[in-house]
């Protein structure tokens, strides 16, 4: 059987990496992004830039791939749709009408007897008076969010005053956990029961944006075999197709709790382009495109750092030492608290 030609929303550096990985298996790629200056415009076969809402750019799009998928979740529900009547999208979009809202997420995962956060639905500001138990807390906007945008911390409800919250959003209330260590694991489910699992990865964020990432995550036996089961259950429940990562707390009493469920590729995952016989990229490209399931393999332990702003600078010149490995994603434009690339150290 000839390969399929592969179609990805949203041009950013997964899409890339994504790309790339699609290259090796001789997969062609069509990206639609709605921002002239994607950067995976510069890996991929044909590039559609426009509204996700246009129909002519959608029905172009649709009809040069053969399969569709996604490097975001927040893709308009009805964009999806149209294209998944006439060409499989995967993950099906009825994943990103759950996962797309905070609320709708939460309320999944907790129907699965799996533990999230204490949180409820907060339409405005009186409501945040009535949930005071769950102060010191994060207002998080139900939907849209992304490297801590759209969330407010509230200590005490003196400080909702202070604070000026857009209350034409709709919001959700969650008790400030007490932190001890972040995870978050990858899967890539090919079909029912058949997937590949990567071993949780520790994850540090500064302002709520990610910095590192490093395997293997210092954690307890009993909370890496629930979190690799959780992220399991979950990824079967979505009758999931492709790359997915779930995004963990763990509480100064060790207790584990689901934070957010990504539907698809994740920065926390970069280091598995280094690490593993098969990158979650890699394996991404494969589920969706119905190629042959390959067994993970951990090469190394690593870590991976984040470059945020302009600290893309400095190793834009720099020797690299035989188990560095740097990635720029040549984006037009440093902006500060903007993820501009990422170094992997592989630690042997
Ligand atoms: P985003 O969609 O922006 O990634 P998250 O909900 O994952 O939003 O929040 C980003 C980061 O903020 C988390 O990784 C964590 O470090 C911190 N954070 C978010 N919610 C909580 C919480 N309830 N308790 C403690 N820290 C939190
Ligand atoms: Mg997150």
Not at 33 to 55: G, L, R, T, V, W
Request: proline letters at 3%; a positive charge.
């Amino acid at each position: 059987m000839s390969k399929p030609v592969l179609g990805i929303i949203g041009g950013g550096q997964l899409c890339s990496m994504l790309t790339i990985a699609a290259k090796k298996e001789n997969i062609k790629i069509i990206v639609f992004s709605d921002d002239k200056d994607a950067p995976a415009q510069k890996f991929c076969d044909q590039f559609i830039c426009s509204d996700y809402k246009d129909e002519k750019s959608i029905d172009k799009f649709t009809k040069n791939c053969d399969i569709v998928t996604f490097e975001f979740e927040n893709i308009p529900f009805e964009t999806l749709n149209k294209i998944n009547k006439i060409k499989p999208v995967l993950p099906k979009p009825s994943v990103n009408e759950i996962v797309q809202n905070r609320l709708s997420e939460k309320n999944f995962v907790n129907k699965l007897d799996i533990k999230t956060t204490e949180y409820v639905s907060i339409e405005k500001k009186s409501e945040i008076s009535l949930n005071q138990d769950l102060l010191p807390g994060i207002l998080k906007t139900s939907t849209l969010g992304y490297d801590g945008k759209g969330q407010y911390i509230i200590n005490s409800i003196k400080d909702i005053d202070s604070i000026k919250i857009d209350f034409s959003k709709n919001y959700i209330l969650e008790k400030l956990v007490k932190l001890k260590r972040e995870i978050s694991v990858i899967i890539t489910r090919f079909n029912k029961n058949e997937y590949e699992i990567y071993e949780p990865i520790e994850n540090v964020h500064e302002d709520q944006i990610l910095k590192k990432s490093k395997i293997p995550a210092e954690i307890n036996k009993e909370i890496l075999s629930k979190s690799k089961l959780w992220t399991t259950l979950i990824a079967e429940k979505l009758e999931y197709v492709g790359t997915l990562c779930v995004e963990f707390f763990i509480d100064i009493n060790d207790n584990l709790y689901v934070n957010e469920i990504a539907p698809r590729v994740h920065n926390s995952g970069h280091l598995t382009i280094n690490a593993y016989n098969v990158s979650q990229f890699e394996n991404h490209v494969r589920a969706v495109c119905n190629l042959k399931r390959i067994k993970l393999n951990k090469i190394s332990d690593a870590e991976m750092i984040n470059l945020i702003g302009d600290q893309i600078l400095s190793y834009r010149n720099k020797k690299l030492r035989n188990n560095e490995f740097f990635f720029d994603y040549l984006k037009k434009d440093i902006r500060p608290k903007r993820k501009m690339g990422h170094l992997t150290i592989l630690k042997k």
